[in-house]
């Protein structure tokens, strides 16, 4: 069992930066995949990036790639997701994900091959 616990969102004006962090517990951070991924309102959850246990492969959506950064870690159990040049369309609730035992290298992109989740921490972002 792991927990998740996100934080580091908040308000900021078009074009700021946000950096969350999600600090996990439990199993040592090289047993888990991990994931970040965010809800709009009214919307459903959708994928922003993955990382690799040990942080060597990364896979990011279209709307996240020259924009967000996501780095692990896992001497500190935590993984950062750095956001820049932020968009209204930004705003949602982000989600930190991990994956168990997965195969080293792997990168999961589909929530539903996340087995622990987060929270959540809210990302508002003003025009």
């Known amino acids: 069992q792991v927990q998740l616990v996100e934080s580091g969102g908040g308000l900021v004006q078009a074009g700021g930066s946000l950096r969350l962090s999600c600090a996990t517990s439990g199993r040592t951070a090289t047993s888990y995949a991990m994931g970040w991924f965010r809800q709009a309102p009214g919307k459903a959850r959708e994928f922003v990036v993955g990382?690799?246990?040990?942080?060597?492969?990364?896979s990011y959506a279209d709307f996240a790639k020259g924009r967000f950064t996501i780095s692990r870690d896992n001497a500190k159990n935590t993984v950062y997701l750095q956001m820049n040049s932020l968009k209204p369309e930004d705003t949602a609730v982000y989600y930190c994900?991990?994956?168990?035992?997965?195969?080293?290298?792997?990168?999961?992109?589909?929530?539903?091959?996340?087995?622990?989740w987060g929270q959540g921490t809210q990302v508002t972002v003003s025009s």
């Open positions: 994900a991990a994956k168990g035992s997965p195969p080293w290298g792997r990168v999961f992109m589909n929530r539903d091959e996340y087995d622990y």
């Open positions: 990382i690799s246990r040990i942080g060597g492969s990364t």
